[in-house]
């Protein structure tokens, strides 16, 4: 009877080995053969099919229905943006009317900046003080390469601002390249909600000056600093895509709106698109889990869209950390009456598997009932010299269907087997107990 019940326990207590028909959706995976480790990119596509935040119910199984090595390759870290403060100095403009001949005359510090710059004109009469262009000055013959120019006002800076800003660079302040024209530069005041889009994007480029000149009416604000972005690749080449999604208004809670997510995508950043030109409003934005989560806040700003004809300008859109969250929620203030359309950034999940047993090899994903094991692939990839190939997905197919979705049920063997065993052993020890009671005590 006791080795019967241990037999039981043991065949009760194994794990049910999983197969591929535990696992809703299939994918091919295509490769070149012959390499140790491969390495896949899951976008949304794919991971709609998941059911796990966590993105255990992702598998790969090779020829023979065995799972092999497989686990994500995140990146070693995110990408940056490293900011430098940049000298700049005011370049005077002739008066209206007057050609731009220029005579310039510099002066330079003992590093080489520029410390002084004239440019004068064949009109006898000054330019306005505040005609000018602004002149930024790197300080390096060969500076690195930079992509973005950052204001900060003083706080003596007159609002409203609304500029358009040309830019063209130079390395001699001879010969001149145009990176970009109609620039937005805004920072506006309506109603207590403050509109700042106070950044200027230059692509790419290396040059040391940067000449800024308006091309609208205005005149430039008061400024505290200027400081250029140069991103920091860190080895992630992973491809930036947006999930846009549209909301449904909450009942009795005006401006409020709830999004669902179709897959658990890893957001970077969150943007929110008002539904009509010339529009402002508060926005916070949270998101959680399930309808029993609490909402966790995740950012809050300012959204815009000012202008017309397609001269349209635009918020920057706020970075967060990583959310996997499927259920979102936007609240605006005022209160909008139409839904906005919420953008969630998010790159291409990127996870390597060790070519083990017989191609071909083949991905499974969303299960109730199956869950990946934690192998140590990371290592294995440290210790060989060779890195791992790119492999793709052919067209996706049903392996487990809707089956591999439900949940286990009572009637699963194992379960039923579990509580036989339970409740032999439960009248064995009833028993044994009874048989002890009814035994006359000893004189």
């Known amino acids: 009877m006791r080795n019967a019940l241990l037999l039981a326990l043991l065949a009760a207590g194994s794990a049910h080995a999983a197969t591929p028909q535990d696992y809703a959706r299939q994918w091919p995976i295509q490769a070149e053969p012959g390499a140790a480790a491969y390495v896949l990119e899951l976008d949304a596509s794919v991971l709609e099919h998941v059911t796990r935040a966590d993105l255990r119910d992702l598998a790969v199984f090779n020829a023979n229905g065995e799972p092999v090595p497989f686990a994500p390759w995140p990146p070693e870290r995110s990408d940056e943006e490293l900011r430098e403060p940049a000298p700049w100095l005011r370049v005077p403009l002739p008066a209206p009317g007057q050609p731009e001949s220029l005579a310039l005359r510099l002066e330079r510090d003992a590093d ?54 040309r830019v063209a660079a130079s390395n001699d302040l001879v010969d001149w390249q145009v990176l970009g024209t109609g620039l937005p530069l805004v920072a506006l005041d309506d109603n207590g909600l403050r509109i700042e889009r106070l950044q200027l994007e230059l692509g790419r480029t290396g040059a040391r000056y940067l000449r800024l000149s308006i091309e609208n009416e205005g005149n430039w604000p008061a400024l505290a600093a200027l400081e250029t972005g140069r991103p920091q690749r860190a080895g992630d080449e992973r491809e930036s895509k947006t999930l846009s999604l549209t909301g449904v208004a909450v009942a009795d809670q005006p401006g409020v709106f709830d999004f669902r997510s179709p897959a658990p995508v890893a957001v970077e950043r969150v943007d929110v698109e008002l539904p009509t030109t010339n529009a402002v409003a508060a926005v916070t934005v949270a998101a959680r889990d399930g309808d029993e989560a609490w909402w966790l806040p995740i950012a809050n700003f300012t959204a815009f869209r000012l202008g017309n004809n397609g001269d349209e300008v635009r918020h920057v ?86 089956a591999a979705l439900a949940p286990s049920r009572g009637e699963d063997w194992q379960r039923w087997l579990l509580w036989t065993v339970l409740g032999m052993g439960t009248a064995l020890v009833l028993a044994v107990s009874l048989k002890v009671l009814r035994q006359p005590k000893a004189e």
């Not at 969303?366 to 060779?386: E, F, I, K, N």
């Not at 997905?393 to 049903?398: F, I, K, M, R, V």
């Open 317 to 402: 859109p706020p970075a967060t950390g990583l959310h996997r969250e499927r259920q979102w929620r936007v609240t605006t203030q005022p209160a909008l009456a139409t839904p906005p359309v919420l953008q969630l950034g998010y790159r291409a999940e990127r996870f390597v598997l060790l070519a083990q047993g017989p191609a071909p090899y083949v991905l499974l994903a969303g299960s109730a009932r199956a869950a990946r094991d934690d192998y140590p692939v990371q290592a294995a990839l440290a210790a060989s010299t060779t890195p791992p190939q790119a492999a793709t997905l052919g067209p996706g197919s049903d392996a487990g269907g809707k």
């Open 112 to 165: 080489g900046r520029l410390r002084g710059l004239d440019l004068r004109t064949n009109d006898t009469t000054p330019p306005p003080a505040e005609r000018h262009d602004l002149l930024v000055d790197r300080g390096e013959d060969e500076p690195p390469a930079i992509a973005r120019l950052h204001f900060r006002l003083a706080d003596s800076a007159q609002l409203p601002v609304n500029l358009r800003v």
